[in-house]
């Protein structure tokens, strides 16, 4: 937010301690289309059910039966539920569009599709030409109004935010997250594995390549767009 020279400056402090790697990045891919979040999403509910079941002594009491968790998306159509969200055991489960969700907060906030692309995080897609009637004069940093709306669904958690990402287009803000938050952002799969964050463009992931004579190595899956390799250890 604060990287935008317009934007008025405020110093945000928390009432509640620091939880460690807070902000979990997954990247998901498709078979030959755009990944189906949907799909990822009722993962990532299910096994953040059954994570809260087996500390349910560490949050549980007599007030608080489930603990909230929020699905947040940039447009109506990545909506999983269809308006009716499942029902799970230790989990509260809303659903609704970044725009909807200032002023409210959940335990835990999963963010559909923070990748890059017309209908992505940030949107290309200029839907806002109202509100530009009215605006005293033009925006002129870009995405200005879009980076506004990501930090405020991204904020919305106090315990722990998902961003689901396409694995191969990731949102540029990925990369800005991560100078900031340092090791407090992490890249995992959909069931918590951890992946390696390419140290180089840091938004794309280390995977295994096979090079000449049979030797293996890791690169950047941004390739051509990121050429960083790393050698395996030898074993």
Known sequence: MQRNPAQLKKTVRSTRPTIPRSIRVIP????????????????????????????????????RKKLKAMVLWRYNQLDPFRGA??????????????????????????LLDVSEGDYGVPSRIED?????????????????????????????????????TNSREPSRYIRELSEIAGDNLRFETIDGDTVHQCP????????????????HFFGCNQYPGCDHIQRRSAE
């Open 28 to 63: 998901i891919g498709g078979d030959g289309g755009k990944p189906d979040f949907g799909e990822a999403c009722h993962q990532l509910l299910l096994r953040l059910d059954t994570f809260l079941g087996g500390i349910s002594g560490q949050w549980r009491n007599d007030e």
């Open 85 to 110: 969200p499942t029902e799970f055991e230790h989990l509260e489960v809303s659903g609704l569009s970044f725009h909807r969700a200032k002023g409210l907060e959940a335990d835990y906030t999963i």
């Open 128 to 164: 806002d030409e109202l509100l530009n009637l009215v605006m005293p004069w033009p925006e002129t940093f870009e995405f200005a109004e879009e980076r506004r709306l990501f930090y405020v669904a991204l904020t919305r958690a106090s315990r722990g935010v998902f961003l689901v």
């Open 200 to 215: 180089a463009c840091r938004v794309g992931h280390l995977v295994e390549r096979k090079g000449r004579g049979n030797s």
